[in-house]
């Protein structure tokens, strides 16, 4: 199986990598188009700020390739928050995947959110053998409020979407790279879709 990770210099690519190995797979990290079209799955992470992460995705034309791809792509974390179509992180446009905004959780509560979330009503082939309420791993000081593509919630502030999906496309705001068994097993889940 061929595995393309999305390289635009805003990702803990090498985590990712790790934990696919350790599941038995390789994956190639690369910004080429052409491996990225002829994979057979995407993953799409993301550490660090909106706008310069669609100022790089831009300068190498990926903003109009992954909207394109037909294959099974997995948005991490940033990535997720990029496939919506706009994040109040620098009021940015994102790639309008998901329709959906991306909001800064308020003073009010601690940001960055850090640490291990209990996640619930889960939906989907991307959560088989996940049990309801497991704990993902997050970091993150944006959410996407609940929407029509919600496949998965978590509390934090108040209810938002820790996974959405549509189509070809899935997005996870927590790190399963970082979340254990149960991250390891949505890896699994999404390799296999």
């Known amino acids: 199986m061929n595995i393309a990770i999305i390289d635009y210099g805003a990702g803990n690519i090498q985590s ?24 057979d799955k995407v993953i799409f992470p993301g550490v660090g700020h909106a706008s310069s992460a669609m100022d790089k995705l831009k300068a190498t034309k990926l903003d109009v390739l992954i909207p394109a791809l037909k294959q099974p ?5 940033l990535g997720m928050q990029l496939m919506c179509n706009y994040s ?3 009021n940015t446009k994102g790639l309008g995947i998901f329709d959906a905004k991306v909001k800064r959780f308020p003073n009010t509560v601690k940001v960055p959110q850090i640490g291990w979330n209990e996640i619930t009503n889960l939906e989907g082939a991307l959560f088989k053998n996940i ?3 497991e704990f993902m791993y997050l970091v993150h000081s944006y959410y996407v409020p609940l929407n029509s593509t919600t496949v998965a ?4 502030y108040k209810l938002y979407s820790v996974a959405m999906q549509k189509d070809n496309f ?3 705001q927590f790190h399963p790279e970082k979340s254990s068994a149960a ?3 949505l890896l699994k889940n999404f390799l296999k879709i």
């Not at 696919?20 to 994979?39: D, F, H």
């Open 183 to 185: 991250g390891e097993q």
């Open 170 to 172: 899935y997005g996870v």
């Open 16 to 39: 990712l990598k790790f934990a696919l190995n350790r599941l038995g797979y390789e994956a190639i990290v690369t910004k080429s188009a052409t491996v990225i079209k002829n994979a």
């Open 131 to 133: 049990r309801e309420n």
């Open 88 to 90: 109040e992180e620098g």
């Open 73 to 77: 792509v997995l948005g991490i974390c």
């Open 153 to 156: 919630k978590a509390t934090y």
